[in-house]
């Protein structure tokens, strides 16, 4: 009880510090630090709760690094000479000794010689406190807008003083905005707020729109019956925004999913709607174009890491060959027999997949395997209310290109000639001088090739295991299908049509069942129109 | 009144129009001869009359039904019998069973499925005339071109049509079949009304009757061949000078 | 092509009553009736005697069950070219019906020993039966049921499917999306089927403790005895006039509309009565190997199916019947021997068979006794008329 009262203490103490922080921050100098610092070694709760307020009092950046490690439990000392130290932990229960300003290395140690400096979780929420009050003045933008973020989160009435003095030396727009907001915040917590104040707080967080701002809104009462409907309205206001940004994420995750059907159906669409083979073997194929860009990192990591973040351009063309070559073996070695015999290929390949997907459980074994994001992927940014994260957008980005490319090679390639006359008629092309079976072997390649590539983007985002393919091959004949075979524009459309009907149906009916209702949909729409949405029209095709 | 009526049909795939204001009449018991160069709309015309094809306007009247709305199966149980080019017979039953299945009868599932008698002396009687009564028992697939031909007439007479629609009866067949089968559709006019679909002039002329010569899905001209091949837009057109 | 097609003898001249008429039981179908005969027979007295273990007993029995399904499907691809790569649906959903009586049959002997709610359920928290669920603790209910629901979902899928003239390659895609869509609604708990653990931890049925041996050759017997049922009903239809108007549309369907059979009331026919035959093989199943999941629904499963049937060549319903055994004994063997060797088994099967042996282990044995005919001098059509 009394070390609880000491703790509130001491942070009355780092608060009333703070308030006057402006005027002696960044002047602490570097011994001065140390020396209070040094203090930490041997002190009890309650000393190092008064040395934490003295550290945070200075008002200095490079405290932060400090507070942080303390707070992480990486703050001990030596027991030979008492010295202050931050330690890295080494195997063998070693622990490496760093100086807890420079970080420069002092010795490794058994972890029997120091000792550390603990934490409870009341230090703890002090030093959170300590750590957004240090960092709104740092130097580096990202901290300071990461402190303002805190503050808003906290909205802790004692920190308006730090947080109005940091906001008038503010000089970044986006900074200053987050801090505004964060103060609005406050501002609805402050019980002696003026009425002005307050309505002009509930309009500012009203206009920010988030999520974030409609809980504090939701949070505040006020007896003024105007400002009770000021906040009524500013939460209509921010469902409402919520709402139209919900569905450009629906539209957005929509989009992403569509990007993953088409990058699964596309080499299909070529396949089957151009040659009219139904290859159940598409999905291996898109496995093994996961598995070529595991080996590629594999090899990467083993022997020349610094390539890492080129792993993805190494592994694409090798997979598009790898796939291509596969496909091409299929081809040739059994599809080619069953021309004609339509239902005899999609038995014969659907014997081929369970093979290679043997062949990759005897190599690779049956679990998932690793394969790790290179940097350009990782991660995510905002746009507006959107969270769009990088990899989705280049998963998009690259479903796209490998449309173009296809559609490139289809139309204007003198190899995308001699399909389509193949798919025509094939003995004339025959007459013509066209070696048919090496444009069947070429056109199954490209499309096996294609499936390839769509493994290295799909192994970014999904498990790379020997069930990779299995779990894609309904979805994709799905898309070609409702697109209509035959019709690369049709996939194109087919895949972002169900991908974005799967989105909007999956917040009232879940995802499974969003699914199973989109599957459905697709059956029916196949009766009404069974040779998909942009199905070819004549006499030809009806009979 | 006539058996059957165009009256103004036309149909288009994709903007172009297969049959475009086709007008023609057949009258029960005729023998006619329908001619015209490729894409003329003569397959289309058929596929309009057997139902396959729903045409864009237009009525068709076959008997006093209207035939925009019935189905192939409804046409041929009206009594409309259809010869395709290809000859299509089914290859995995005995020459007997696919005039067993050709038969007037109840086409229902269950009435066939548990149909007991068949109709043996008219079986007798459709091979005997197609000429293939000591190849009764075999597989249909076993046949000769020209005897897939005559198998498949052997079908469409067990029908017994009011209509018989031809296409190209002559194609491989050899003079002498061709004679016979010009004799045999001369034959059946009369009891059942004969439309032929046939580029072989030499066939036409055999077949000695009135011809009607279709072009861009209408008709463009109509009577005795002489008439006919006497006409200039025919000769433009069909022959090509 | 297809050499099952039998006749009787009949006298190459003159006409008798009825012509080219078969018999229900031509040479094959009595040799493989009497085959399964001596298995319901030989395998009870075999495990009495000790000479077969028991779980034996069970495992043929659900090779019998294959055997149906094989044949349910030959029915439907072989004679009338109808590739359905959803048959495994049928097959699960009258396993589920049948399960679910099971599961009202547990009663208060379950894990939570709720009279009213089988322990999932309970599980979940529900407070009171689902509706779909009433009328299940009725045996003969459930038994109507099992054949019932697939007929019922065959004739609603095959009566879009077919008046839409859906045919081929197309059909079988959505056969298969069908399967895949029913096996990610019965994965889910909010389904009422179980979720992903399916039904299971039966007690007994009409009494009888599913754990004790007489029961399980009850149900082996019983097994054997729908193999023959269906058998002979599916030999039925094939030698009927419907038989040959369903071969017809497999061949060449355009010429069978012209004729004036409606081909959309055949299919359907056909369809549905597959359906039923693959529902009443799923009951037979369900309380043999004692649990039914959702597994059962996977596009993979069904897939297996096709193979038997192709293996044993289609079109003929004894080979389908052989090819179940063959390749679900093959799968038993080798799992245990060499469970890595399964799928490359499996695959290479696949592909040798549809490039290789188009028409399965029957039709390499007619081309072989043909071939003997061949070399005494006779017309090997001769021998299939007379078969």
Redesign the interface.
Known sequence: MIRVIRSIIAIVGLLQMFMLGPSYGQTGDETVIRDHIARFAGADFQGIAETVSTLAATGDPAVAPVLRALRGGDIYWRKSDRRVVRAEKMPKRMLRLLDPLSGEVIEDVRKSAVKKVKVNNTLRRMIDTALGNLTLRSPDRAMRLDAAGQLFRTRDPSTLPALDAALAAETDEGVAGEMRDARAAIMLKVGDATVDAQRDAIARLAARGDNAARTVLAGFTSDDPALSAATAQGIERIDRSLRLWGYGQNIWQGLSLGSVLLLAAIGLAITFGVMGVINMAHGELVMIGAYTTFVVQEFIRSSAPYLFDMSLFIAAPLAFLAAGLVGICIERGVIRFLYGRPLETLLATWGISLILQQAVRTIFGPNNREVGNPSFMSGAFELGGLTITWNRLWILLFALMIFAFLLFVMKRTRLGLQMRAVTQNRAMAADMGIRTGWVDAMTFGLGAGIAGLAGVALSQIDNVSPNLGQSYIVDSFMVVVFGGAGNLWGALAGAFTLGIANKFLEPFSGAVLAKVLVLIFIILFIQKRPRGLFALKGRAVEQ | MSLLILDGVSRSFDGFKAVNGMTLAIEPGELRAIIGPNGAGKTTMMDIVTGKTRPDGGTVRFDGHDMTRIDEAGSARLGIGRKFQKPTVFETHTVEDNILLSLRDDRGVFATLFSGADDTARVAELLALIRLEDRRLDLAADLSHGQKQWLEIGMLLAQDPKLLLIDEPAAGMTDEETARTAALLRDLAGDHAVVVVEHDMEFVRALDCRVTCLHQGRVLAEGSLAQVSANEQVVEVYLGR | ??KG?D?VP?P??G??????RKTLLNTRGTIFLCVLAAVAVGVPYLNATGMLPDYAVSLIGKYLCFALLAIALDLLWGYCGI?S?GHGAFFALGGYAMGMHLMREIGERGVYANPDLPDFMVFLNWQELPWFWWGFDTFWFAALMALFVPGLLAFI?GY??F????T???L???T???T??LM??F??NEMGFGGNNGLTDFKDVLGYDLQSQDTRIGLFVLSALAVAVGFLICRA?VI???G??I??IR??E??????????E??KL?VFVLSAMLAGLAGALYTPQVGIINPGEFS??NS?EI??WV?IGGRGTLVGAAIGAVIVAASKTILTGLYP?A???V??????F???FM?RGVLGVWDGMIDGMWRMRGMDP?ERR?RA
Do not use: C
């Open positions: 092509m297809e097609n006749a009949a190459r001249s006409h008798t009553a009825t012509l080219n590739l790569l899928f879009f499917a008046r839409s003239r859906v081929g390659v197309y079988s895609i959505i298969q999306a069908m895949y869509a990610l609604a994965f889910r239809v009927s006039k419907a040959k108007v071969i017809s061949d060449a355009s010429r069978t509309r012209f004729l004036g059979y409606r081909v009331g055949y026919f596009p993979a897939i096709v193979i192709a890595e399964w799928l490359f499996l695959g290479a099967m696949f592909v068979v549809t490039i188009p059509n008329l």
